[in-house]
C-alpha cells in the first residue's frame, strides 16, 4: 500500500469531517413537548438557540409541570442533533467507527 497515497487519503477526511462539523455547528432541528405548546431550537452542536411556550401551559401554581415539559423538549432537541451529527459522520467516514465521530 503507497503510504503516500494513505496519508493524502486521511488528510482529504479530516478536512471533510472538520468541514461537516462546522456545518453540523450551524445546523438547527426542533423538538416539542405537549402537542407543540413547548418547542425548542438546538444546532446540531447542542447549542440551544430559542424556547417557544404557548401560554396556554402556564399556570403559576403549577411551574413544575412547566418544567417538566421544557426540559423533554431540550432533552428532544440535544438528541436529535447528536442523532443528525451522528449519521452525516457516519456517511463521511463510511461507518469506520472512528472515535468521537
Given at each position: 500500500m503507497n503510504m503516500a497515497k494513505l496519508m493524502k487519503q486521511a488528510q482529504q477526511m479530516q478536512a471533510?469531517?472538520?468541514a461537516k462539523q462546522e456545518q453540523l455547528a450551524m445546523q438547527t432541528v426542533t423538538a416539542s413537548a405537549a402537542g407543540g405548546k413547548?418547542?425548542?431550537?438546538?444546532?446540531?452542536a447542542g447549542d440551544v438557540l430559542a424556547l417557544k411556550i404557548d401560554p396556554s401551559v402556564i399556570d403559576p401554581s403549577d411551574a413544575e409541570f412547566l418544567q417538566q415539559l421544557v426540559l423533554k423538549a431540550v432533552q428532544d432537541a440535544i438528541t436529535k442533533?447528536?442523532?443528525?451529527a451522528a449519521a452525516e459522520m457516519k456517511k463521511l467516514t463510511g461507518g469506520?467507527?472512528?472515535?468521537g465521530f
Open positions: 471533510g469531517l472538520a413547548v418547542e425548542v431550537t438546538a444546532t446540531c442533533g447528536k442523532e443528525t469506520l467507527g472512528l472515535p
